[in-house]
């Protein structure tokens, strides 16, 4: 009862179940992928935001219950790596990423178009 919401980010990776949550919630987010723990040590930025890892979840917690959940991950990896913003645009800085930024409207636009094939 600690999280809020969960997505795992085995279809497309980190960014996209951070995009889908954002969508869903009708708020932003700012992550930074130099917070996102890797087993491979120093990979880029691309690696971190897509990487389609299926024994990985993506936690919204509210601060408060942040102690809470971390004492239930002791011993496992995890990382602080972002944060829920009212204003409604997804924020991205990274490893070598300046700061990035995209509406949350564009992102509900793009998820929703069909893609050719």
Known sequence: GAARSAHDPSEGGLLPAVAEMCIGGALGAHVDLSAVPTAAGDVGDECRAFAEDPHR?????????????????????????????????????????????????????????????
């Open 57 to 117: 979840y993506l936690l919204e917690v509210e601060p408060g219950r942040l102690s809470v959940v971390q004492a239930h991950l002791d011993g496992i990896p995890h990382a602080v790596i972002g944060t829920v913003t009212e204003s409604p645009a997804l924020e991205l800085v990274g490893v070598g990423t300046p700061r990035e930024s995209v509406a949350v409207e564009a992102l509900r636009a793009a998820w929703s178009t069909p893609t050719g094939g």
